[in-house]
């Protein structure tokens, strides 16, 4: 008999574990860990989409929907993006939703890659995106942002980076890791490059309710990118139901099509009760979704500030709920710094080397607790640099 490895699939067998896990793995063990590793609100869902589901509940609504998803919930999602973000989707065969938005973009590379096509990736950069181009049977090419730009994308490194069997650019605006956010320019710039070169666009939006300093542009709103955009988005961030596992993904007809194959096998729909849920989010969520924001926006100005003063250089993120700052001045890699933090102060940070090479030197703090834990984070964080220079 073979031995257990030798029936694994040899790109399954080659991924590695997130690593953002294993700091969460060490944390979970030990008491009085102040955690800013978590990529979730700190909030809780609004009572009244919690009591949206509840309803649907005792209405007997247990059933299976539609594989897009309730006809009612996609309508309400054409209308939420043409009035939020200007862009128009028809809710008939333009719009799935989806358990979540990584299983957006999963089903984005399964349904446009074959075996050896290159989907560009920008880093710092979600874990999930290069191991799901790999599980697609597609070739992932990173492209490293420009940290001394607070990590925007070069245009000319974005060029000469593409192939003959490159078929698209991920992007992710907010981004995570960083909190940097594209503006309409910017986009503009990758979108002249996906028409020259006759590229998709996957892009990752799921932090667009979250921005702070200019008014959000989408991708698919940039003129001619409505047909060369896979727009990815959903409710976990925004609206704080990361468990509820909603999400939704917008593109053209053919492609949505080709999407909701894979879907239809893979998963079927997604859960109904959710679904309701994210209904009554869309409707009424604004007012708690725009508090929740304000909140963010405070805590963000503190951890800039705080961090900047204890001499851990880090840019303003435009959007999402992370900040990024430099520790190469501690002469410790980013392993080092957040596994010792974690040992010595019980503070659980994200090493920048997990979300690409050009995350090393950084680490990833999630701002998504209560002001009053970042302040007691900020007071251990100066501690145990004193001890490094002491």
């Known amino acids: 008999m073979k031995t257990t490895n030798a029936y694994l699939s040899k790109t399954v067998n080659e991924l590695k574990p997130s690593g953002i896990r294993r700091f969460f793995d060490l944390a979970s063990g030990m008491e009085g860990v102040i955690s800013l590793g978590v990529g979730e609100p700190d909030f809780v869902t609004p009572w009244t989409v919690r009591e949206a589901a509840i309803l649907s509940l005792e209405q007997g ?183 509820w596992r909603l999400g939704f993904v917008c593109a053209p007809k053919e492609i949505t099509a080709a999407m909701l194959k894979v879907h239809q096998y893979g998963i079927m729909c997604a859960p109904i009760m959710a679904q309701y849920a994210g209904l009554e989010a869309m409707r009424n969520g604004q007012d708690e979704v725009e508090e929740m924001r304000k909140s963010y926006r405070r805590r963000r100005n503190y951890m800039v500030s705080s961090l900047n003063e204890l001499g851990l250089s880090c840019h303003s993120p435009g959007g999402a709920f992370y900040v990024f700052p430099s520790i190469q001045t501690t002469g410790l890699t980013s392993d080092q710094f957040a596994e010792q933090l974690l040992m010595e102060e019980k503070v659980a940070v994200v090493p920048g080397s997990v979300f690409g090479e050009s995350g090393e030197g950084y680490i990833r703090c999630s701002y998504a607790t209560s002001i009053e834990q970042l302040q007691e984070a900020i007071k251990r964080i100066r501690r145990f640099l004193e001890k490094q220079t002491s």
Do not use: W
Not at 102 to 121: H, K, T, Y
Not at 133 to 139: E, Q
Not at 155 to 171: D, H, Q, R, V, Y
Not at 177 to 189: A, S
């Open 61 to 243: 609504y247990t059933s299976y929907t539609a594989n897009a998803g309730l006809l009612e919930l996609r309508q309400e999602i054409a209308a939420y993006m043409a009035r939020e973000f200007q862009v128009a989707y028809q809710p008939d065969s333009e719009i799935i939703v989806t358990v979540g938005a990584s299983q957006a973009i999963d089903i984005a590379f399964r349904s446009i890659l074959d075996p050896g096509d290159e989907v560009i990736v920008v880093e710092p950069c979600f874990v999930s995106y290069s191991p799901l181009v790999s599980l697609a049977g597609g070739t992932p090419v990173h492209v490293q942002a420009e940290t001394e730009q607070e990590f925007k994308i070069s245009p000319k490194k974005l060029e000469s980076a593409i192939t003959s069997k490159t078929k698209a650019i991920m992007i992710c605006s907010p981004n995570n890791p960083t909190g940097t956010m594209l503006n309409k320019e910017e986009l503009q710039k990758i979108a002249e490059i996906a028409e020259r070169y006759d590229l998709l666009v996957i892009s990752d939006e799921i932090y667009a309710e979250l921005v702070y300093d200019e008014v959000y542009t989408s991708m698919a709103a940039i003129n001619g990118m409505k047909e060369r955009t896979i727009l990815i988005s959903g409710f976990s961030k925004g609206f704080a139901m990361t468990g």
